[in-house]
C-alpha cells in the first residue's frame, strides 16, 4: 500500500490521469490525499471531480482557496464570472449536489500521525502549535458541516483581519484561519501577519516579509510538513522537513506525487499530452 499525496491539480484532468497512471496507483491498495485546489482553471474541472470522486474510498485531502471559491459559488455568495467557465459547468451539471457535498467535507488541515507529517494547502503558520493549527482547522470544519456554512461563506472574503489573535471571534476568526491555511504565502518578519496580495518567488518578496518556512518557529519540531498554492516556488521550498507540492501544472509546469511511505516524487510534465 502507497499513500501519495498530489499537489495542485486544477482541472488539468489529462495530468492527473497520466500521473496515476506512471504511479500505477491501485485504489484496492493505494490511497490518494489531495492537497487543495482540485479545480479551476484546468481543461475540465468536472470531469477531475468525477474522476476523484468515482475514487471517494481511497481519496481525501484538504481544501484549497480555489475549491472554497467553488463552494461558495454553489452557495451563491458570488455568480461565477466570464473566465470561470469550468466551474459554471460543475454548478450545473446533475451530479453536482454529491460532487459538492463531498468536496465539503474536506478539512483545511490533515496530519499523518504515523509519518508524523502535516498537510494544508497553504502552509503551517509559525505562531500557532501543531495542536492549535488542527483544533482551528477543526473549527471551520464544523462550520462548514453546519447549518452555519451560508455565514462562513457570506464573510469568507478578505483580506483582513491580516493576524491572529485568539480573541476573534465569528466570520472574522473563520476568515483568518481559512487564509492562513489556504492563501498564506509571506509574512512578515515581525508579527507573522499576512501578505496577501504578492504571489511571486521569494527572492521578490516585499521587505520586511519572508516566506511563512523561513519564519522562525519553535513548534515544529520533526514535524514534516507538505503544501501547495504556491506556484511560483516551483515544487521546492529548500528547507528541511518543508515539501511544496505546486509544480504549476496548470501554468504549463508539472503535477507532483508525494510519496509518504518512500518520501520520493512522481511527475508528469503539463506541457505536453504525451
Not at 505546486?246 to 501554468?251: A, F, H, L, N
Request: net charge negative; aromatic share 8%.
Amino acid at each position: 500500500m502507497a499513500t501519495y499525496v498530489v499537489g495542485d491539480i486544477q482541472g488539468c484532468y489529462s495530468a492527473l490521469q497520466r500521473l496515476l497512471s506512471k504511479l500505477q496507483f491501485n485504489p484496492g491498495a493505494d490511497h490518494l490525499v489531495l492537497a487543495g485546489d482540485l479545480v479551476n482553471r484546468g481543461e475540465d474541472s468536472l470531469a477531475t471531480l468525477r474522476l476523484l470522486h468515482g475514487m471517494r474510498e481511497h481519496v481525501s485531502g484538504v481544501l484549497g482557496n480555489h475549491d472554497l471559491h467553488l463552494l461558495a459559488l454553489a452557495h451563491g455568495v458570488r455568480e461565477p464570472q466570464a473566465n470561470e467557465e469550468d466551474l459554471a459547468a460543475i454548478l450545473a451539471a446533475p451530479d453536482s449536489t454529491a460532487l459538492l457535498s463531498w468536496l465539503q467535507s474536506f478539512p483545511l488541515a490533515h496530519y499523518f500521525t504515523a509519518h508524523d507529517t502535516l498537510l494544508t494547502h497553504a502552509g503551517w503558520p509559525p505562531q500557532w502549535s501543531l495542536a492549535e493549527l488542527l483544533q482551528y482547522s477543526a473549527e471551520v470544519g464544523e462550520v462548514l458541516q453546519s447549518s452555519q456554512a451560508g455565514l462562513y461563506f457570506s464573510h469568507m472574503y478578505g483580506n483582513e483581519p491580516n493576524s491572529w489573535s485568539p480573541q476573534l471571534e465569528g466570520p472574522e476568526r473563520w476568515r483568518v484561519i481559512t487564509n492562513y491555511l489556504t492563501r498564506m504565502r509571506l509574512l512578515k518578519q515581525t508579527d507573522n501577519s499576512l501578505n496577501l496580495t504578492a504571489k511571486a518567488s521569494p527572492k521578490d518578496a516585499p521587505l520586511g516579509y519572508l516566506p511563512w518556512f523561513q519564519q522562525r518557529s519553535h513548534q515544529r519540531g520533526n514535524t514534516r510538513i507538505l503544501f501547495g498554492h504556491w506556484a511560483a516556488l516551483k515544487g521546492q521550498a529548500h528547507t528541511p522537513n518543508v515539501e511544496a507540492l505546486d509544480s504549476g501544472c496548470v501554468w504549463g509546469g508539472y503535477l507532483t506525487a508525494y510519496c509518504l511511505e518512500t518520501q520520493q516524487r512522481t511527475q508528469v510534465s503539463c506541457s505536453t499530452q504525451a
